[in-house]
């Protein structure tokens, strides 16, 4: 199976804090890769997909970007209901891994 | 709108099984498929495997293949989740999404249903 990491694991943030999230892959997904935003007690939230495609609804203060093993989220000028888990998933190869989490903590 | 509505939380036992359903609604849900997720309390997410709605074939991830039966039911718009041999590790949150065309299992979640709580304990 291919491996998501991501960096941070947990990151302390201020309101209006520009936010970078990075997931690395253990081989290339190319750019199949999305990005979740996932609150306690929620079903996760598709932000992203195919690495830079932002989805229907979503602010877009919210990007993403990279190709092949190295991918990033970036959240500009961060608003409080951004504090949540971020996820990362490839889908360019069966078993479609998710990233461990970053969680979003207020400094 | 596009909707999934999962079915109530179980508490089950050791041994047993339990069958999860997903009913979808809002959209031809002969044109996508569906892919479970699970969650264990305090930890992140899982894809345990796809099921066209279309033709109900299935794709899993190996550790579920065998213990995992996805099956659909076009009448009702709703898919099922069953999976035997709980243990307590088996002890999360059961996610369904909308994901991938109906012929092709690759492709993000971007409708989910609520999340069905599964307890194993004895």
């Known amino acids: 199976d291919i491996q998501m990491t991501q960096s941070p694991s947990t990151l302390s943030v201020s309101v209006g804090d520009r936010v970078t999230i990075t997931c690395r892959a253990s081989q290339s997904v190319s750019t199949y890769l999305a990005w979740f935003q996932q609150k306690p007690g929620k079903a996760p939230r598709l932000l992203i997909f195919?690495?830079?495609n932002l989805q229907n609804g979503v602010p877009s203060r919210f990007s993403g970007s990279g190709s092949g093993t190295e991918f990033t989220l970036t959240i500009n000028s961060l608003q409080p209901d951004d504090l949540a888990t971020y996820y990362c998933?490839?889908?360019?190869?069966?078993?479609?891994?998710f990233g461990q989490g970053t969680k979003l903590e207020i400094k | 709108q596009v909707q999934l509505e999962q079915s109530g939380a179980e508490l089950k036992k050791p041994g047993a099984s339990v069958k999860v359903s997903c009913k979808t609604s809002?959209?031809?849900?002969?044109?996508?498929?569906v892919a479970w997720v699970r969650q264990a309390p305090g930890q992140g997410l899982e894809w345990m495997g796809w099921i066209s709605a279309h033709n109900g074939k299935t794709n899993f991830a190996q550790k579920f293949q065998g213990r995992v039966t996805m099956t659909t039911d076009a009448s009702t718009n709703t898919v099922y989740m069953e999976m035997r041999n709980l243990t307590s590790d088996d002890t999360g949150v059961y996610f369904c999404a909308r994901a991938g065309e109906y012929y092709d299992d690759s492709g993000p979640g971007d409708f989910w249903g609520q999340g069905t709580p599964v307890t194993v304990s004895s």
């Open positions: 809002g959209y031809a849900s002969s044109t996508y498929g």
């Open positions: 998933q490839q889908y360019n190869q069966n078993v479609y891994t």
């Open positions: 195919k690495a830079s």
